[in-house]
């Protein structure tokens, strides 16, 4: 019997049993998978979270019954290099999806290719974004326009036959697609269901059934939305993905997003054509404007996340009615964070902390205490060698994250990573870049993060403690001298250890 067996049934006998009757389906045996993942949701967006902002109802479910993390890290945020950490288990550059553009290598060891193998039957649905076809996946079929992005209404989604565009708003039809597969799957073996939506990406185009969600409402606005990037290294300053200045009037709904359906008109233009009237009335300008377009920006943001949440919904209540929720592990997270407004932005890439921190949430009832938060420093990386061990699948030795089972059990280990190693490639990197944010490395501790701009020998050191948003560098500070040559030199032990290439 493997360890990890072993740390489930005695999780189990400590949390009072496994909780499923003798005729529940999948009641025994390997635990099923779902992961769900949002692309771009940001946890300030989750009300589990922060409660400021929205209400996810069936995203706090999964909290209350399950384990929330709050510092959950991601190797390099940016979409595709995520989704490359979770199926290898490793940094970019070991799996090579440094970008959004690289085609990702489908001949790589990955979580769902071991799963296969240890006798799970494995599906993938939704926004893949990784260039080539999915392997590892008994059944998979992914989005396919704009370079894999897909779109909002009518998306065309490809599988090993070839594409079919399917009617509807594509967070439904996502979810339709996995529930039809849950339904016809094998119910005499574990599955793993990746379940992976596009929303809330860019252009947050929302259904038409939360077109006038929050029109009533004044949402509150993050403390440093007019920041002005002083005290910081040049790069804050540089980028280009400022609310005020960068978003467009497809963005802003000032103009109809390009591929909305013609049905989809009337509804769209009632929604929004009295809005845009009225900001023409108002003739704002300067901070008034920017006001003004954050919240736009932010509302039609949350629209799209509350579909995700209701479809969410759907997939728990068919867990529910089947009787596979307490041998379930289902899994809620996204490739990254995201800035709603914080230093005036929106997108993500940076290691300030909207960006490097993912919702994390798990729920298995075998082995996780109902309505537990962790604080230790977890990562995206951790995903898949948890899930092996998880199934009792042995977890490749070139894997980077660790197994998060004893965490998951309230008994981390003694020597659980107290820092962590960031990396963002995507400047000045062809075939194209977005918002001009400079390459950059560097290492978080519970307290303190070091960052290397190491194109322009830049650095900034943030004391999370006293500035928790992150607006004042203290590198240059005399008073901490000392911390930032004890993080350079845990800067150079972690890029030794995982094996990084000197400043690709």
Not at 481 to 502: F, G, H, M, N, Y
Request: glycine residues 6%.
């Amino acid at each position: 019997m493997t360890h990890s067996i072993l740390r489930v049934l005695a999780a189990a006998l400590v949390f009072g049993g496994l909780g499923c009757s003798s005729d529940d389906e999948g009641s025994s045996g390997p635990p099923n998978i779902l992961v769900v993942m949002a692309d771009d949701h940001a946890l300030q967006a989750i009300s589990a979270y922060s409660g400021l902002l929205n209400s996810t109802p069936h995203i706090d479910r999964l909290a209350r019954e399950g384990m929330m993390f709050r510092h959950a890290l991601v190797t390099n945020s940016i979409c595709s290099p995520s989704r490359a950490t979770i199926l290898t288990g490793t940094y970019s550059h070991l799996n090579g999806q440094f970008t959004n553009w690289e085609q990702f290598d489908g001949a790589q060891v990955t979580f769902p290719k071991l799963l296969q193998q240890a006798g799970y039957q494995t599906s993938l649905i939704g926004k893949w974004h990784l260039h080539s076809d999915p392997t590892g996946f008994d059944h998979w079929e992914v989005l396919s326009a704009l370079a894999g992005q897909g779109t909002y209404y009518d998306a065309e989604f490809r599988d090993g036959n070839g594409t079919i565009t399917r009617e509807g708003y594509v967070t439904e039809v996502t979810t339709d697609r996995a529930l039809e597969w849950l339904e016809q799957r094998e119910r005499d073996r574990p599955f793993l269901l990746m379940l992976q939506h596009k929303a809330p990406h860019r252009d947050w185009q929302s259904s038409p059934a939360h077109l006038d969600l929050f029109a009533d409402t004044t949402l509150p606005e993050p403390p440093t939305l007019f920041d002005d990037y002083q005290g910081r290294a040049s790069p804050a300053a540089g980028q280009t993905m400022e609310i005020g200045r960068d978003l467009s009037e497809t963005d802003l709904k000032l103009i109809r997003p390009p591929f909305l359906p013609e049905r989809i008109w009337p509804e769209w233009d009632a929604a929004y054509d009295p809005r845009n009237r009225a900001l023409e009335e108002l003739m704002l300008e300067g901070d008034d404007l920017v006001r003004w377009k954050y919240q736009r920006y932010v509302k039609d943001y949350l629209r799209t996340i509350a579909s995700v949440d209701e479809n969410l919904g759907r997939v728990l209540r068919y867990l529910d009615e089947n009787g596979l929720s307490d041998n379930t592990i289902v899994i809620y997270t996204s490739d990254q964070g995201f800035y709603l407004g914080e230093h005036g932005w929106f997108d993500k890439r940076w290691m300030y902390e909207e960006s490097l921190h993912t919702p994390l949430i798990v729920r298995w009832p075998a082995a996780v205490r109902a309505g537990s938060v962790d604080d230790h420093l977890v990562s995206n990386l951790d995903i898949a060698p948890t899930l092996l061990d998880a199934a009792g699948a042995e977890i490749p030795a070139h894997m980077q994250g660790r197994s998060m089972l004893p965490v998951l059990a309230g008994s981390a280990p003694a020597d659980w990573r107290t820092s962590f190693y960031y990396h963002y490639y995507d400047f000045d990197f062809p075939p194209l870049t977005f918002h001009d944010v400079q390459r950059h490395y560097g290492v978080r501790t519970e307290r303190y993060k070091l960052i290397y701009y190491y194109l322009i020998d830049e650095w900034e050191l943030f004391d999370l403690d006293n500035d928790p948003t992150e607006v004042s560098s203290v590198f240059e500070d005399p008073s901490y001298a000392e911390i930032v040559r004890e993080l350079q030199a845990e800067l150079t032990r972690l890029r030794t250890e995982l094996a990084v290439p000197q400043d690709p």
